[in-house]
């Protein structure tokens, strides 16, 4: 996999680091937050999916029976949503035009 880079997580206070495969548009990133201490079984964080509309695709999947995790925040350079529960979220993002 390709190294692409790492930066701060303004609202946990860790990092990430993104990579992808030479042949996909994918990106897999990496996060570590401070203080964290894993167990068996906490190895997958969250997935994430880019959509046209976070805000939406956050309500309609809670009106589904999904739980929110984190509400809805509009960040500089994109808005993201997560719901999920037992420690295992889908983490929804769209980018700010």
Known sequence: MEYLGR?????TGGEVAAFRSKSSEHVLEMNWYPG???RGGSELDHLAFEC??????????????????????????YIVGFVGSEGICLELFQARK
């Open 52 to 77: 046209d509309d976070a805000e939406q695709e956050v309500a309609r999947l809670v009106k589904a029976g999904a739980k929110v995790a984190r509400p809805v925040e509009v960040r500089p350079t």
């Open 7 to 11: 930066h701060p997580i303004e609202s």
């Open 36 to 38: 964290s201490k894993y």
